[in-house]
Structure formats: structure tokens, C-alpha cells
């Protein structure tokens, strides 16, 4: 989140936006990363046990995902525009779960949200904390046809690094000495 850590609530679901798939864009999408039958030709893809063409689930998952990172930049320029210093996110450390649970097809509307699950200070990083994030999406019958469970860090807007932290933090830095610091 572009939030501070301390600041993100649990359990607050995101609306991130929603999406009509077309067959088109579901052929060009598959014919780059998902090239399997059912996913790219409308003359076999009924002959297959999904009964017709349907999108890749990493198509629904990578638009869940832009929808995301669209959601995250709105609320770092939200939290700007206001005056405030919105906080660092971290990188992921990955993800938890992923199901495809209903096939998405031609002209389904699929929407997405995403909820911070739960939140604890990181016992491995120092000064920043980890979400559980979970993405849903549904389809324009109520129908879940994704979701996703993953892991991301979130910095600590109040973590105060100890002396020792500071020194190694600098050390590092410092070409001679990262040699030595960083040999195992």
C-alpha cells in the first residue's frame, strides 16, 4: 500500500475497477502467454471441456493486478494532493494462493477488489511490516472467478533504527568496508 504501515486498516475492502473481456483481446493476449487451444481458436476451444473460449487466468490475473497498481498510485497522489507524505511500499516476498475458480468469457465483466487481510511488524526485516493482501474478482452474475492471496512488506513510519543499524547502514556504503561486510 502507499499507506504507512501503522495507517492501514484490516479488512477494508478496495474496489479496483472492472473490466469487459473480449474475444479479441482474449486471443492476442493468449497467442503471447498463454498459447493453448481454449484460450486462442473459437473452432476447437467448444470442443474442450471449459465448452468455448475462455481467457487465460493469467489475463484475469494480470488485470486484477494493473487495476491494483493503478489503485495504489491513485491513493499516493490522493495523499499528496493533500499534503501528506504517503509511505513506502515494499516489495513482495510472493504469493500465498491463486485460484481460477470460473472461466471468464467473451463479453463477461469482471470486477475486482482488494482487502488487507491482516498486518504484523516483520519479525525478519527491521522497520518494515508485512499485509496479507487478498484479490478478488467477480463476474457480472456474482459468480468469483479469482482470487489471490499474497504477501507484500509496508515500511514502518515510526521505526527508529538502532545505533548498530545506522552503523551498518552507513558501513555498507562505504566501498572498502562492504567488501569485507559482505563476505561469507
Known amino acids: 500500500m502507499t499507506r504507512w504501515f501503522e495507517d492501514i486498516t484490516v479488512n477494508e475492502p478496495h474496489a479496483l475497477g472492472s473490466h469487459t473481456f473480449s474475444e479479441e483481446e ?10 493453448q487451444y481454449y484460450h486462442t481458436d ?18 484475469t490475473a494480470c488485470v486484477g493486478h494493473r487495476y491494483m497498481v493503478d489503485f495504489l498510485f491513485e491513493v499516493e497522489r490522493q495523499l499528496l494532493d493533500a499534503g501528506e507524505k504517503p509511505g513506502i511500499s515494499g516489495p513482495s516476498p510472493g504469493i500465498n494462493s491463486m485460484s481460477f475458480t470460473t472461466p ?17 511488524k516483520s519479525a ?7 499485509l496479507i493482501v487478498q484479490i478478488k474478482a467477480t463476474n457480472q452474475r456474482g459468480e468469483l472467478v479469482y482470487t489471490q492471496e499474497s504477501a507484500g512488506f509496508s515500511k514502518l ?13 552507513w558501513a555498507i556504503k562505504q566501498p572498502l568496508l562492504r567488501k569485507f561486510l559482505t563476505k561469507r
Open 26 to 35: 482474449m486471443i492476442r493476449f493468449s497467442n503471447k502467454y498463454d498459447n
Open 42 to 59: 473459437p473452432e476447437l476451444a467448444p470442443h474442450s471441456h471449459f465448452g468455448g473460449l475462455i481467457a487465460s487466468g493469467w489475463h
Open 157 to 169: 513510519r515510526d521505526f527508529k533504527p538502532t545505533l548498530k543499524m545506522r552503523f551498518m547502514e
Open 104 to 120: 471468464v468469457r467473451d463479453g463477461d465483466t469482471v470486477s475486482y477488489e482488494m482487502t488487507i487481510t491482516s498486518k504484523r
Open 124 to 130: 525478519s526485516v527491521p522497520g518494515w511490516g508485512l
